[in-house]
């Protein structure tokens, strides 16, 4: 699955940023500019084929795209900063990946209100004024890899849980879908959840 998101998201944001680049913009603006905000700046495969698919979309449709993350993943105040930055240099859309699904939506409404429109990849955020989402089914993802155990075992289980990053909306969805299909087998207990941010 990894494998298909990897090559499909940057596709999909080509056409979303192409779509972006049909609506009409001021006679003074010369190329619709669109803001990229990523969660880390450090190199992945993932983030590579992102800015990639982005940059080629740019090119081909004429945009004027900035591609910009804070230092450190978790640090969603510096992304929000960065969301009220783009605003203010006058993006008309922002593509967010948020690194906190409650703490980054108060800067996505804000973009918004301000006339922006957010497309949101990757990492969905707690607002209503998201225009779309690109990402893979974390809930199901989830449900998936209980189902997976509970097929692996018989009998009754007693399950321990490992999360990263509770207030992510990734990580947060799977878990919800585990426990989901935990609870719906009827013959799983969850024992422990526990997660291994470093501010846990």
């Known amino acids: 699955m990894t ?17 972006c680049a049909m609506q009409p913009v001021d006679s003074t603006t010369a190329r619709y500019r669109v803001a990229l905000i990523a969660k880390n700046n450090r190199n992945s495969e993932f983030w590579d084929a992102v800015f ?37 240099d006058g993006a008309q859309a922002i593509v967010f990946s948020a690194i906190d699904y409650e703490a980054n939506a108060a800067a996505i409404d804000a973009a918004a209100a301000a006339g922006v429109t957010v497309i949101s990849v990757d990492s969905a955020v707690n607002s209503d004024n998201v225009a779309a989402y690109i990402g893979a089914d974390n809930y199901g ?43 719906e087998s009827g013959r799983a207990r969850i024992t422990a959840a526990v997660s291994t941010h470093p501010n846990a």
């Open 52 to 88: 990639i698919g982005a940059e080629a979309a740019a090119t081909e449709y004429n945009l004027q795209l900035t591609i910009t993350a804070p230092d450190d993943e978790e640090d969603y105040a510096a992304q929000n900063q960065l969301i009220a930055d783009a605003v203010e």
């Open 141 to 183: 993802a989830g449900r998936m890899v209980a189902q997976s155990a509970l097929d692996g075992m018989e009998g009754a289980l007693c399950v321990g849980l490992i999360n990263y990053e509770v207030n992510g909306a990734n990580g947060r969805d799977r878990e919800q879908g585990a426990r989901d299909a935990f609870a």
């Open 3 to 19: 494998k298909t998101i990897k090559r499909l998201l940057p596709a999909a944001l080509a056409v979303l940023l192409a779509g």
